[in-house]
């Protein structure tokens, strides 16, 4: 009804009683209310203190009815707590009352309660602030005030989103009849989260090339968290040697707007390794970086190609726009091969559209490979989700197939009109039968991810690769389980990841836990057809995000190749990497079969020793485990130590007392060490203790969630005993978590190794033998060869 003026009441409803003039404010006011935010932009990582402001609308709150501050469940804003006004990310609401009108009664609300879930609300915005209202209601007008990071009692405020996003946004829904009923309050709250100052130059090329071919560089300026500076520009100073010799000097300037990247042609005229070293001379606060290229006239390929095929965009669950995240991918992180990727279920066909035509104009062969894809997002009881790649430049057969079948898992976006859920091409095999048609055309990839893949199901011709690696973990068991079963799929490894850094950008602190992964491509050609030919070949290596290097083959086989052979196998191998490579493994169908631990070919040191933990508590989305403990070393004493393979600042180890080393991070199936020297190792003892937590779901983070199945360990293991056996582990269960005491050498490890093995001419039980090889370094960067398939005679 519309508003009504005074003479308009009094001549309707003649002489009554209501409050003086809330008629009129009343109707003034929005129904649901309004929110207000203290800031509108915020640095990534930065502390701060973020005030919402709820007024509250003109339908009042019930008495016991709710509002929720709600934010995307990818976000790794630091988990809120209620307990401790003191401490941090501290989490506070209190009611203010808003002015009564004259005769009007004040609201008889007594109390707020406040709690944060992670999952209380539903995706994408299922991250939580909950306002319970207690013992009264709430009138039009008054205030609830949300107070994130409250440092009112002296705590240090709140840590910020790690990651950059053009218009992170808080979406607050208020139930107003307290029937349990949310309506989303107009006008979300958006903050633009930029990233910081220059901490770290990154650069991206190919790691191996011809002598003569085009090999070109990036370099860009990233802040203490991983993101790509900002209007930042610099001067940086590019210095080459090759085979130890100077080879070139150059200063390139970084872009004063826009992302802080510069690209370079490299010198590529002679055979060699070429080492790279960037600086900024004009900020001391920046460390020089280190890259290397090896170019080798005996590679068969041009250069090697690096791809992430597994990409997503604000279209469903990814950060920023569709052109922000494909051209991250092209101009910032140098890739040369890029799958878009859209959750099915959520993509709108007119946001896939635009994606599929944009994707088009950004595809130059010999420059820059774009593929459409999507992700089938079945729950892992119907197979699992699958990527899958439009490997042949034509229309997608998507969100319906050329005979308007849908194509889709099901359909579940906020642009429904409806609220049911009605089951597309589910299960597994009704995708298959969308796609069997042109299995040439397309890759589809089992994946580990949220609903991981179940290897119940398997099909040869569609199925080509299968995802190792992401964002969401390092899952050597899946790479496993593909062989014993007989499988042949070729090893990738991709993103996956939520927060607009694809090729290796690295993860933030929750949800996704490692570098998004990057697949080695080798190909003769740059295009979609070559590339297309290559990736179902087989002919890839996956890589936790590095720009490291991989390859095995078998005389004139490749990685990824099947083929017959008569006697025994030889598999020579070559691994390229940057900071020393520590072991190098062979696995069959039966698990590993050979194995070179590089520390121990190079020396053992009597000083220096190495304390690895990782793995993750289970194989499905909150898998990762949170480690926290302490090493104590008796009757040795520490000389120094430092920290390896940690994702960011939040992970870290320090020293509690003089022989205590302290350490926390979380793992998600990779692995974090710790480097120490120390004196007296013979007379040592090694005392490791600690406890593993878990996803705390709904709750107080600050409770912890004890693992199970290990919610403790205590290891004690001789320095007698190390120097016996040069290594030592002990597995506490869960999916391949570990604790293992190392020595090291004191010698550089090499950053090139090349060699070869004898497979014994023996099948497995599906009639071939499946070879493939990992190799790690010392910060847990990892390359895996895609399987070279032999049938013995």
């Given at each position: 009804m519309k508003k009504m003026s005074p003479a308009e009441l009094k001549k309707k409803l003649g002489d009554y009683t209501a409050p003086k003039g809330l008629y009129a404010k009343t109707k003034d006011m929005t129904f649901l209310g309004s929110i207000a935010c203290n800031v509108d932009r915020l640095v990534a990582g930065e502390w701060s203190e973020?005030?919402?402001?709820?007024?509250?609308?003109?339908?009042?709150?019930?008495?016991?009815?709710?509002?929720?501050?709600?934010?995307?469940?990818?976000?790794?804003?630091?988990?809120?707590?209620?307990?401790?006004?003191?401490?941090?990310?501290?989490?506070?609401?209190?009611?203010?009352?808003?002015?009564?009108?004259?005769?009007?009664?004040?609201?008889?609300?007594?109390?707020?309660?406040?709690?944060?879930?992670?999952?209380?609300?539903?995706?994408?915005?299922?991250?939580?602030?909950?306002?319970?209202?207690?013992?009264?209601?709430?009138?039009?007008?008054?205030?609830?005030?949300?107070?994130?990071?409250?440092?009112?009692?002296?705590?240090?405020?709140?840590?910020?989103?790690?990651?950059?996003?053009?218009?992170?946004?808080?979406?607050?829904?208020?139930?107003?009849?307290?029937?349990?009923?949310?309506?989303?309050?107009?006008?979300?709250?958006?903050?633009?989260?930029?990233?910081?100052?220059?901490?770290?130059?990154?650069?991206?090329?190919?790691?191996?090339?011809?002598?003569?071919?085009?090999?070109?560089?990036?370099?860009?300026?990233?802040?203490?968290?991983?993101?790509?500076?900002?209007?930042?520009?610099?001067?940086?100073?590019?210095?080459?040697?090759?085979?130890?010799?100077?080879?070139?000097?150059?200063?390139?300037?970084?872009?004063?707007?826009?992302?802080?990247?510069?690209?370079?042609?490299?010198?590529?005229?002679?055979?060699?390794?070429?080492?790279?070293?960037?600086?900024?001379?004009?900020?001391?606060?920046?460390?020089?970086?280190?890259?290397?290229?090896?170019?080798?006239?005996?590679?068969?390929?041009?250069?090697?190609?690096?791809?992430?095929?597994?990409?997503?965009?604000?279209?469903?669950?990814?950060?920023?726009?569709?052109?922000?995240?494909?051209?991250?991918?092209?101009?910032?992180?140098?890739?040369?091969?890029?799958?878009?990727?859209?959750?099915?279920?959520?993509?709108?066909?007119?946001?896939?559209?635009?994606?599929?035509?944009?994707?088009?104009?950004?595809?130059?062969?010999?420059?820059?490979?774009?593929?459409?894809?999507?992700?089938?997002?079945?729950?892992?009881?119907?197979?699992?989700?699958?990527?899958?790649?439009?490997?042949?430049?034509?229309?997608?057969?998507?969100?319906?197939?050329?005979?308007?079948?849908?194509?889709?898992?099901?359909?579940?976006?906020?642009?429904?009109?409806?609220?049911?859920?009605?089951?597309?091409?589910?299960?597994?095999?009704?995708?298959?039968?969308?796609?069997?048609?042109?299995?040439?055309?397309?890759?589809?990839?089992?994946?580990?991810?949220?609903?991981?893949?179940?290897?119940?199901?398997?099909?040869?011709?569609?199925?080509?690769?299968?995802?190792?690696?992401?964002?969401?973990?390092?899952?050597?068991?899946?790479?496993?389980?593909?062989?014993?079963?007989?499988?042949?799929?070729?090893?990738?490894?991709?993103?996956?990841?939520?927060?607009?850094?694809?090729?290796?950008?690295?993860?933030?602190?929750?949800?996704?836990?490692?570098?998004?992964?990057?697949?080695?491509?080798?190909?003769?050609?740059?295009?979609?057809?070559?590339?297309?030919?290559?990736?179902?070949?087989?002919?890839?290596?996956?890589?936790?995000?590095?720009?490291?290097?991989?390859?095995?083959?078998?005389?004139?086989?490749?990685?990824?190749?099947?083929?017959?052979?008569?006697?025994?196998?030889?598999?020579?191998?070559?691994?390229?990497?940057?900071?020393?490579?520590?072991?190098?493994?062979?696995?069959?169908?039966?698990?590993?079969?050979?194995?070179?631990?590089?520390?121990?070919?190079?020396?053992?040191?009597?000083?220096?020793?190495?304390?690895?933990?990782?793995?993750?508590?289970?194989?499905?989305?909150?898998?990762?485990?949170?480690?926290?403990?302490?090493?104590?070393?008796?009757?040795?004493?520490?000389?120094?130590?430092?920290?390896?393979?940690?994702?960011?600042?939040?992970?870290?180890?320090?020293?509690?007392?003089?022989?205590?080393?302290?350490?926390?991070?979380?793992?998600?199936?990779?692995?974090?060490?710790?480097?120490?020297?120390?004196?007296?190792?013979?007379?040592?003892?090694?005392?490791?203790e600690g406890t593993i937590d878990g996803y705390v779901k709904v709750g107080n983070p600050l409770d912890g969630n004890p693992f199970v199945h290990c919610p403790d360990f205590s290891w004690e293991i001789s320095g007698v005993e190390l120097l016996e056996e040069g290594e030592v582990r002990v597995e506490l269960g869960g999916t391949e978590l570990?604790?293992?005491?190392?020595?090291?050498?004191?010698?550089?490890?090499?950053?090139?190794?090349?060699?070869?093995?004898?497979?014994?001419?023996?099948?497995?039980?599906?009639?071939?033998?499946?070879?493939?090889?990992?190799?790690?370094?010392?910060?847990?960067?990892?390359?895996?060869?895609?399987?070279?398939?032999?049938?013995?005679?």
């Open positions: 973020i005030i919402l402001d709820y007024t509250v609308g003109s339908s009042g709150i019930a008495d016991g009815a709710w509002l929720k501050a709600t934010f995307k469940f990818y976000s790794d804003w630091a988990l809120f707590q209620t307990t401790d006004p003191t401490g941090a990310n501290y989490v506070s609401a209190e009611y203010q009352a808003g002015a009564c009108a004259p005769g009007q009664s004040p609201a008889t609300v007594q109390a707020l309660k406040v709690r944060f879930d992670q999952k209380g609300h539903e995706r994408p915005f299922q991250k939580a602030v909950i306002v319970d209202t207690v013992d009264g209601y709430v009138k039009p007008g008054d205030h609830i005030i949300i107070r994130l990071g409250d440092r009112r009692s002296g705590g240090p405020g709140t840590r910020v989103q790690t990651f950059v996003e053009e218009g992170f946004r808080f979406r607050c829904y208020v139930d107003p009849l307290g029937t349990s009923r949310f309506c989303d309050i107009p006008g979300d709250v958006v903050i633009d989260i930029v990233p910081g100052k220059p901490a770290q130059l990154i650069m991206a090329g190919s790691r191996i090339a011809q002598p003569g071919v085009r090999t070109p560089l990036r370099v860009r300026a990233e802040d203490e968290w991983g993101n790509t500076c900002w209007d930042e520009g610099g001067q940086v100073r590019l210095t080459g040697k090759l085979n130890g010799k100077r080879a070139f000097s150059k200063d390139v300037a970084l872009k004063d707007k826009g992302w802080a990247v510069a690209k370079i042609d490299l010198p590529t005229r002679n055979a060699g390794e070429l080492e790279i070293i960037a600086s900024m001379p004009d900020n001391a606060d920046v460390p020089d970086a280190k890259f290397y290229v090896t170019f080798d006239k005996l590679f068969n390929f041009p250069r090697n190609y690096y791809g992430d095929l597994h990409v997503h965009s604000d279209d469903t669950v990814g950060t920023n726009s569709t052109v922000y995240n494909l051209s991250y991918g092209r101009d910032i992180a140098g890739l040369d091969v890029l799958g878009y990727t859209a959750n099915d279920f959520q993509i709108t066909k007119k946001r896939w559209d635009e994606a599929v035509k944009l994707i088009h104009s950004l595809n130059k062969d010999g420059e820059f490979v774009c593929y459409p894809g999507t992700e089938w997002c079945g729950n892992s009881c119907a197979g699992g989700d699958h990527n899958v790649v439009f490997l042949h430049g034509k229309k997608p057969e998507f969100p319906f197939d050329k005979k308007g079948n849908v194509a889709r898992s099901f359909e579940w976006n906020e642009d429904m009109e409806g609220d049911t859920i009605m089951p597309g091409a589910w299960p597994l095999e009704e995708l298959w039968a969308t796609y069997a048609h042109d299995p040439e055309g397309h890759l589809l990839m089992p994946h580990v991810g949220g609903r991981r893949c179940i290897m119940d199901w398997h099909h040869p011709e569609l199925e080509r690769l299968v995802e190792i690696e992401s964002a969401w973990g390092h899952f050597p068991w899946l790479y496993e389980d593909v062989m014993s079963r007989g499988y042949k799929l070729g090893a990738a490894a991709n993103g996956d990841e939520h927060r607009g850094r694809c090729g290796g950008g690295v993860p933030g602190t929750a949800v996704f836990g490692t570098k998004g992964g990057v697949t080695g491509i080798l190909s003769p050609k740059l295009g979609r057809a070559a590339i297309g030919k290559a990736v179902r070949a087989r002919h890839t290596f996956a890589t936790t995000g590095e720009r490291v290097f991989g390859m095995t083959t078998s005389g004139k086989h490749l990685m990824g190749d099947a083929f017959k052979q008569k006697g025994a196998a030889k598999i020579d191998y070559r691994f390229l990497g940057y900071d020393g490579w520590d072991e190098i493994c062979a696995y069959d169908h039966t698990g590993m079969i050979w194995r070179r631990n590089l520390n121990q070919e190079k020396g053992f040191s009597e000083r220096k020793v190495r304390f690895r933990w990782g793995g993750a508590r289970i194989k499905d989305r909150y898998r990762w485990a949170n480690w926290n403990g302490t090493i104590t070393v008796i009757n040795g004493v520490i000389h120094n130590f430092s920290g390896k393979g940690f994702e960011h600042k939040e992970e870290s180890c320090w020293q509690v007392k003089g022989n205590v080393i302290g350490f926390h991070s979380d793992t998600y199936g990779d692995s974090d060490a710790i480097d120490i020297d120390l004196s007296n190792l013979g007379d040592c003892t090694f005392i490791i570990f604790l293992a005491l190392e020595q090291l050498t004191d010698k550089p490890l090499p950053r090139d190794v090349q060699g070869s093995l004898e497979v014994d001419p023996v099948n497995g039980p599906h009639g071939h033998r499946p070879v493939y090889m990992l190799a790690r370094q010392a910060d847990d960067a990892k390359v895996w060869t895609s399987s070279l398939f032999i049938e013995f005679d």
